[in-house]
């Protein structure tokens, strides 16, 4: 029986990447000389230090753009609020990967009601749809990119 999983993770090395070279922008930036910014990673976590909140803004969209053209989905970010001590700004970033429990929920009624001949399993952090039909996984898979889920899906171990 034909079957997939959809998952959401994070590749740690493209991420790591990502932030050396947002890291390297930063030191090289004129705008940044002497305000000792930068991002740090620790585990699942990134938090960007800097002078002001204006700092932390412009390093949000730099450390952005360092993702995407690493291929990371911007919507694993979930950020907390930008908090200012004396002469310098934090921001913490959580990144999200695998599917929570309320998500796939959300999956599985979505594949139910699209009235394929497919069923749906929760399996910790990621769901497995299967089926008789190689297309009807296919069309499953088209279904759950139109859908407005808030976390980035691969589709992997498509099984014959």
Known sequence: MPSFDVVSEIE????????????????????F?????????NEWVLTIVSK???QIKQINDILKNKLNKRGIDIRCLEYEE???NNNEAR?????????DKDKAK????????????IQASIQ????????????????????LKKTKINIPLQYINFRD
């Open 12 to 31: 740690q090395q493209e991420l790591t990447n990502a932030i050396d070279q947002a890291n390297r922008e930063i030191s090289t930036r004129f705008d």
């Open 33 to 41: 000389k002497g305000t000792d910014s930068k991002i740090d990673l």
């Open 124 to 143: 910790g952090e990621q769901v497995r749809i299967s089926g008789k039909k190689r297309d009807d996984l296919q069309n499953a898979i088209s279904e």
């Open 52 to 54: 002001s909140e204006f």
């Open 106 to 117: 959300l999956i599985v009624k979505m594949i139910k009601n699209s009235k394929l001949k």
């Open 91 to 99: 921001q913490i970033i959580k990144i999200k990967k695998g599917i």
């Open 82 to 84: 930008i908090v200012e």
